[in-house]
């Protein structure tokens, strides 16, 4: 694939998270309602909210400036890490959307899994991107710790959703 042209933007590492994004949009509906798009962002924190969202879409955004090779074991660990992260996020999902009563999807390890699992494929993602399109230098650990503060944000915003929810803790005495 040639380097040059908007093409190559399509056909990154961004492209590998396509599917999630897809899975996020097409499933949100379908988790449990304190999940739901309006009670999940209710009364959360601003600095919590900023700093997830600022954070998102770095983690997002950054792929599709990195192309798209598996050449090198470590990108194909990284590939295999992906992969094996991206089934453990679906999964986190289908148990809280078929089972939204149960004992897992209830527990704060169960409720909170589609918040911290995201670490898995994007550790992967970060081992997959060697470099970006220009001569920028790329350092994986920048991307990794990107995403870690991205999850322990991510996590912060659904351990709130959950002590609301499930702990019954008002949501003004809940803080980041």
Known sequence: MSETGLLRYLFSCGLLTMPILVWNVVFTRFLPSALGSK???????????????????????????????VSTITQQRGLFLFVVGTVIYFLAWVALMIFPQSRWSTSRMGFLAPAYTPLIWLTGLGFIGRRFYWPW???RWVYIALAIDFVAFHVTHAGIVYARNYLRIPAGRVTG
Do not use: K
């Open 39 to 69: 009670e999940f962002s209710r009364n959360i924190p601003l600095f919590v909210a900023y700093g997830e969202n600022i954070l998102r879409t770095a983690i997002f955004a950054l792929p599709f400036l990195m192309p798209l090779d």
């Open 137 to 139: 230098p790329y350092q």
